[in-house]
T-cell receptor
Protein backbone atom coordinates (compact mmCIF):
# COMPACT_ATOMS: atom_id res chain seq x y z
CA UNK A 1 0.00 0.00 0.00
CA UNK A 2 0.91 3.66 -0.21
CA UNK A 3 2.98 5.25 2.52
CA UNK A 4 2.29 8.49 4.32
CA UNK A 5 4.88 9.85 6.68
CA UNK A 6 4.44 12.51 9.34
CA UNK A 7 7.21 14.45 10.97
CA UNK A 8 7.83 14.88 13.79
CA UNK A 9 6.25 11.98 15.64
CA UNK A 10 6.16 14.03 18.80
CA UNK A 11 6.98 17.58 19.72
CA UNK A 12 6.99 19.67 22.87
CA UNK A 13 6.76 23.43 22.53
CA UNK A 14 6.31 26.41 24.79
CA UNK A 15 3.09 28.38 24.96
CA UNK A 16 3.01 31.17 22.44
CA UNK A 17 5.33 29.56 19.96
CA UNK A 18 4.43 27.98 16.63
CA UNK A 19 5.06 24.44 15.55
CA UNK A 20 4.98 22.92 12.07
CA UNK A 21 3.98 19.36 11.29
CA UNK A 22 4.80 17.84 7.92
CA UNK A 23 2.85 15.19 6.06
CA UNK A 24 4.43 13.52 3.06
CA UNK A 25 3.13 10.92 0.65
CA UNK A 26 6.26 8.93 -0.07
CA UNK A 27 5.34 6.84 -3.07
CA UNK A 28 2.32 8.48 -4.63
CA UNK A 29 0.96 11.88 -5.52
CA UNK A 30 -1.74 13.03 -3.18
CA UNK A 31 -4.36 15.25 -4.75
CA UNK A 32 -6.07 15.61 -1.39
CA UNK A 33 -4.74 15.62 2.13
CA UNK A 34 -6.70 15.67 5.35
CA UNK A 35 -5.75 16.82 8.81
CA UNK A 36 -7.35 15.32 11.88
CA UNK A 37 -7.14 15.89 15.58
CA UNK A 38 -7.70 13.07 18.01
CA UNK A 39 -8.52 13.68 21.64
CA UNK A 40 -7.94 10.95 24.21
CA UNK A 41 -10.52 8.18 23.92
CA UNK A 42 -12.30 10.02 21.13
CA UNK A 43 -12.54 9.72 17.41
CA UNK A 44 -10.59 11.52 14.74
CA UNK A 45 -12.03 14.96 14.22
CA UNK A 46 -11.61 16.29 10.70
CA UNK A 47 -9.99 19.70 10.88
CA UNK A 48 -9.48 20.55 7.25
CA UNK A 49 -9.21 19.22 3.74
CA UNK A 50 -6.58 20.52 1.40
CA UNK A 51 -6.15 20.09 -2.33
CA UNK A 52 -2.80 20.72 -3.91
CA UNK A 53 -2.41 24.30 -5.05
CA UNK A 54 -5.58 25.62 -3.47
CA UNK A 55 -6.67 26.89 -0.08
CA UNK A 56 -7.65 24.41 2.56
CA UNK A 57 -11.28 23.91 3.46
CA UNK A 58 -11.73 24.07 7.20
CA UNK A 59 -14.43 22.35 9.19
CA UNK A 60 -16.80 24.39 11.27
CA UNK A 61 -15.24 25.49 14.53
CA UNK A 62 -11.63 25.12 13.40
CA UNK A 63 -9.72 28.40 13.47
CA UNK A 64 -8.09 29.05 10.13
CA UNK A 65 -5.63 31.56 11.52
CA UNK A 66 -4.51 29.24 14.26
CA UNK A 67 -4.13 26.07 12.21
CA UNK A 68 -2.41 27.07 9.01
CA UNK A 69 -2.44 24.42 6.32
CA UNK A 70 -0.30 24.51 3.23
CA UNK A 71 -0.44 21.93 0.44
CA UNK A 72 2.27 23.28 -1.81
CA UNK A 73 3.02 20.11 -3.73
CA UNK A 74 1.44 16.78 -4.54
CA UNK A 75 3.55 15.06 -1.92
CA UNK A 76 3.67 17.53 0.96
CA UNK A 77 1.20 19.23 3.23
CA UNK A 78 2.06 21.12 6.39
CA UNK A 79 0.05 22.05 9.45
CA UNK A 80 1.34 24.95 11.51
CA UNK A 81 -0.14 25.48 14.94
CA UNK A 82 0.41 29.16 15.63
CA UNK A 83 0.66 30.75 19.05
CA UNK A 84 0.20 27.38 20.67
CA UNK A 85 -1.62 27.01 23.97
CA UNK A 86 -1.80 24.01 26.30
CA UNK A 87 -5.32 23.26 25.05
CA UNK A 88 -3.83 22.67 21.59
CA UNK A 89 -2.03 19.65 23.00
CA UNK A 90 -3.36 16.69 21.10
CA UNK A 91 -2.62 13.98 18.60
CA UNK A 92 -2.64 15.27 15.03
CA UNK A 93 -3.00 12.86 12.14
CA UNK A 94 -2.76 13.47 8.44
CA UNK A 95 -4.03 11.33 5.62
CA UNK A 96 -3.60 11.49 1.88
CA UNK A 97 -5.67 10.37 -1.03
CA UNK A 98 -4.63 9.73 -4.60
CA UNK A 99 -7.84 10.75 -6.33
CA UNK A 100 -10.33 13.44 -5.53
CA UNK A 101 -13.34 11.21 -5.12
CA UNK A 102 -13.89 7.70 -3.91
CA UNK A 103 -10.42 6.47 -3.19
CA UNK A 104 -9.29 5.30 0.19
CA UNK A 105 -7.10 7.51 2.32
CA UNK A 106 -3.72 6.47 3.67
CA UNK A 107 -2.71 7.62 7.10
CA UNK A 108 0.41 8.96 8.68
CA UNK A 109 1.55 7.73 12.07
CA UNK A 110 0.42 10.88 13.81
CA UNK A 111 2.16 13.63 15.75
CA UNK A 112 1.81 14.03 19.49
CA UNK A 113 1.92 17.75 20.32
CA UNK A 114 2.42 18.86 23.90
CA UNK A 115 2.31 22.55 24.68
CA UNK A 116 3.82 23.51 28.02
CA UNK B 1 -22.67 18.18 9.80
CA UNK B 2 -22.41 14.56 8.85
CA UNK B 3 -22.05 12.00 11.60
CA UNK B 4 -20.88 8.47 11.95
CA UNK B 5 -21.99 6.45 14.94
CA UNK B 6 -20.30 3.40 16.35
CA UNK B 7 -22.43 1.89 19.05
CA UNK B 8 -19.92 -0.32 20.79
CA UNK B 9 -17.12 1.57 22.50
CA UNK B 10 -15.42 -1.39 24.05
CA UNK B 11 -15.90 -5.04 23.20
CA UNK B 12 -14.28 -7.97 24.96
CA UNK B 13 -14.40 -11.38 23.34
CA UNK B 14 -12.74 -14.74 23.75
CA UNK B 15 -10.83 -16.24 20.87
CA UNK B 16 -13.03 -17.98 18.29
CA UNK B 17 -16.05 -15.88 19.22
CA UNK B 18 -17.90 -14.10 16.45
CA UNK B 19 -17.67 -10.34 16.10
CA UNK B 20 -20.07 -7.73 14.85
CA UNK B 21 -19.39 -4.02 15.22
CA UNK B 22 -22.12 -1.57 14.37
CA UNK B 23 -21.71 1.55 12.25
CA UNK B 24 -24.41 3.98 11.16
CA UNK B 25 -24.07 7.20 9.26
CA UNK B 26 -26.33 10.16 8.67
CA UNK B 27 -26.32 11.20 5.06
CA UNK B 28 -28.96 10.47 2.47
CA UNK B 29 -26.83 10.69 -0.64
CA UNK B 30 -24.11 8.57 -2.16
CA UNK B 31 -21.34 7.61 0.21
CA UNK B 32 -18.19 5.57 0.21
CA UNK B 33 -17.70 3.50 3.33
CA UNK B 34 -14.59 2.22 5.06
CA UNK B 35 -13.43 0.32 8.07
CA UNK B 36 -9.99 1.12 9.41
CA UNK B 37 -8.06 -0.68 12.13
CA UNK B 38 -5.42 0.69 14.47
CA UNK B 39 -3.26 -1.90 16.17
CA UNK B 40 -1.48 -0.84 19.37
CA UNK B 41 1.33 1.54 18.55
CA UNK B 42 0.59 1.59 14.85
CA UNK B 43 -1.19 3.94 12.50
CA UNK B 44 -4.56 3.45 10.87
CA UNK B 45 -4.78 0.77 8.21
CA UNK B 46 -7.58 0.00 5.80
CA UNK B 47 -9.55 -3.18 6.51
CA UNK B 48 -12.11 -2.92 3.74
CA UNK B 49 -14.09 -0.46 1.70
CA UNK B 50 -17.38 -0.16 -0.15
CA UNK B 51 -17.88 2.04 -3.19
CA UNK B 52 -20.63 0.33 -5.16
CA UNK B 53 -21.87 -3.07 -6.28
CA UNK B 54 -22.19 -6.06 -4.00
CA UNK B 55 -23.15 -4.72 -0.56
CA UNK B 56 -21.27 -7.54 1.14
CA UNK B 57 -17.63 -6.58 1.11
CA UNK B 58 -14.76 -8.83 2.06
CA UNK B 59 -11.58 -7.36 3.46
CA UNK B 60 -8.28 -8.50 4.83
CA UNK B 61 -7.77 -10.93 7.71
CA UNK B 62 -11.18 -12.54 7.33
CA UNK B 63 -13.21 -9.40 7.98
CA UNK B 64 -16.32 -8.51 6.03
CA UNK B 65 -18.90 -5.77 6.15
CA UNK B 66 -22.41 -5.39 4.84
CA UNK B 67 -23.80 -2.15 3.51
CA UNK B 68 -27.54 -1.83 4.16
CA UNK B 69 -28.63 1.35 2.47
CA UNK B 70 -32.11 1.41 4.01
CA UNK B 71 -30.60 1.31 7.49
CA UNK B 72 -27.67 3.63 6.73
CA UNK B 73 -25.46 0.94 8.21
CA UNK B 74 -22.14 -0.66 7.44
CA UNK B 75 -21.51 -3.27 10.12
CA UNK B 76 -18.22 -5.09 10.41
CA UNK B 77 -18.15 -8.82 11.02
CA UNK B 78 -15.72 -11.63 11.57
CA UNK B 79 -16.87 -15.23 12.23
CA UNK B 80 -14.01 -16.16 14.54
CA UNK B 81 -11.73 -13.61 16.16
CA UNK B 82 -8.13 -14.15 17.14
CA UNK B 83 -6.01 -12.61 19.86
CA UNK B 84 -4.16 -10.70 17.14
CA UNK B 85 -7.39 -8.86 16.27
CA UNK B 86 -7.04 -6.86 19.46
CA UNK B 87 -7.10 -3.28 18.17
CA UNK B 88 -9.28 -0.24 17.75
CA UNK B 89 -11.67 -0.22 14.81
CA UNK B 90 -12.96 2.90 13.12
CA UNK B 91 -15.80 3.21 10.68
CA UNK B 92 -15.44 6.05 8.17
CA UNK B 93 -17.62 7.68 5.57
CA UNK B 94 -16.40 9.64 2.59
CA UNK B 95 -18.75 12.34 1.38
CA UNK B 96 -17.80 14.97 -1.17
CA UNK B 97 -14.09 14.38 -0.83
CA UNK B 98 -14.14 14.45 2.97
CA UNK B 99 -13.63 11.65 5.45
CA UNK B 100 -15.66 11.46 8.65
CA UNK B 101 -14.89 8.93 11.36
CA UNK B 102 -16.88 7.21 14.05
CA UNK B 103 -15.70 7.29 17.65
CA UNK B 104 -14.01 3.92 17.37
CA UNK B 105 -14.48 0.56 19.05
CA UNK B 106 -11.79 -0.99 21.14
CA UNK B 107 -11.73 -4.74 20.71
CA UNK B 108 -10.00 -6.85 23.29
CA UNK B 109 -9.67 -10.53 22.44
CA UNK B 110 -8.78 -12.80 25.31
CA UNK B 111 -6.59 -15.80 24.46
Amino acid sequence: GAVVSQHPSWVICKSGTSVKIECRSLDFQATTMFWYRQFPKQSLMLMATSNEGSKATYEQGVEKDKFLINHASLTLSTLTVTSAHPEDSSFYICSARKDREGAEAFFGQGTRLTVV
Amino acid sequence: AQSVSQHNHHVILSEAASLELGCNYSYGGTVNLFWYVQYPGQHLQLLLKYFSGDPLVKGIKGFEAEFIKSKFSFNLRKPSVQWSDTAEYFCAVSIFNKFYFGSGTKLNVKP
